[in-house]
């Protein structure tokens, strides 16, 4: 090789493999260097500047002429050239060469795919550039026999270009691994924020009143394990499409999105990258996505119904009841109740109809939620109806046959329930009775700063119905004293704000926050925070015991207010016997079959009208 060190005017007119010294500054990087420095660069620099001092230039760098004149552009040897320029040098040895855009550009990627220091997201973006700079594109098969790897391995690797901005930061600086990298890439762009969350171990921030949540922020320096992130995947993201009511097919459902069959996130269309998923699983993993599609697809089914029957369908949910439902949902639910001019329905607020349930007033209605949102069924709605009037509403979930009429059998089973229930809500108030009596005895000294920080402590491990059970005895036991509740009107919200918490508690007298502390030891006994099974209530009734509380007064009481006008009088007779210290069975809320038993009242209560009347005919007499 000829060893010159050209004119300005001379270097146009190299031959190829020519070395030759130009100025260092004159150098710039190649377009198709796709490697980014991290931040122990200057110090991996520093080392190979020493020892090129010691051992001189062992390998020169390879260059091209530049776009322009007097400038040549790196095929390979930026970190040797960076390093020499450490030393002070002025001037490069370098390789001039003359190769083809497409030699250099290959050059470059077999070498980015081979090399051992280079990043996983430089690596992507440089497989996903050569898959894209051949015409037709490179299939994934065809680039993995260009850089030596199996498909499936080069569909996750090309898969992390996906990555959003802030899990590719948090990835270049060590603080999530290439196994959380690849979890999150196969997820949309929507859904990876919240994923890329629940990497890290949460701390609460505050109650947000508004949104009525609890805020969370990730800390960043506590990684949660790959396995636990792909628990959270399971569980909050990813969706069944093989339940899905409309074709997978379908590209006109949301034309804006494409139809399901050929999506990229779903992992039977995109079996490469989702290798870990069964076969015949076919799962979707954009939520986001799947969310709008059913939306979608009611909001079809809605004006399919209407032009059909020229009657709104009605929206029914599988819940219970919509307290805390969330944004998202109240958002929806408020704009289906606009579309049909009617609100989504509970459980409670309709009857399961058609086959041989039939009846005149049943309706065509769509469920929004549950395992199969946007199916239909009949219901009835419709008080009058003599077939469900009167019905105790069953689960959305249950497939069992109904009828108008009802066996002995039936009757008993549903009379049982219906004294379940009511006894359900008299365990809960007769508990919240004993604990107000409790509390109300109470006179602890303990020291007075030391009693707010326990309590404080105390109340932020309580659940959120234990803690509205404290409320709603702080409030009772001050209307009877003071009648200013102020104090503890809505201290759920401040749950997890300690300083604020502490600070309320500052407000309570010292027997007040004694009180305050005993009731967070046992709020929790006896508690029925959903109010559909029974609870046993032996830790109240010992509670009770042990502190001089009359638990079957309470719970007598507790009957009396909770009764029907149909069945008060059987109540007040029990209520009263409680009183005299007699023994009374429990009252039933139903009537036995055959004969009504609501207005005979106790044994006592019927021989006093028994002895009015033989009086009034004895006085007629006369």
Known sequence: MNKTKPTKAAAMAVVEGTEMTVPINNVVPSRFQKRTFDKDEKAKLQSLADDIKKNGLLQKPMVIKGKKSGTFELIFGERRQRAYAL?????????????????IRNAHYSENAKRADLHPLDQAATFLEWKQSTVPEMTTRELALQVGMSERETAKALALVDLIEPAQKLFREGKIYIGHAHQLARLSPEVQPLALDQCFEQKHLRWNAKLQCHEYAPIYDEPRSVT????WINDNVLRDLSRVPWKLDDATLLPSQGPCSTCQFNTKANALLFGDVAPKETLCTNAEGFTRKMHAYIDRLIDQTNEKESQMPLMVSTLWSFHNLGKTYEQWFAELSKKVGSSVLTTEGYHKAGGRDKCQYERTAIYVDGKEPGTTIKVCIEDRCPSHSGRRVSSSTSRGKSSGEKTPAERDKFNQRKQELFDIKVNEKSRKTVMLAVVAKMNDKIDRIWRERIAAEFFLRCPDFDQRTIEEIMRGLIIDVEGDTSVVDNLPTVHYDFDKLVGRLKKFSDRQLGQFLHLCSFAHYGANQYMQSAVNQHQVIALAKERG???????????VEL???KFLQRHLDHLEAVQAGRKSPLPHVYDAEGHSEASKGSPASQKAVSAKKTAKRKASKK
């Open 87 to 103: 030393l002070g040098n002025k001037e490069l040895p370098v390789i001039l060469v003359d190769w083809s855009e497409e030699r």
């Open 228 to 231: 636990q992130l792909v628990k």
């Open 549 to 559: 509380v009359d638990y079957k007064l309470a719970d007598a009481k507790a009957r």
């Open 563 to 565: 009764s029907s006008k």
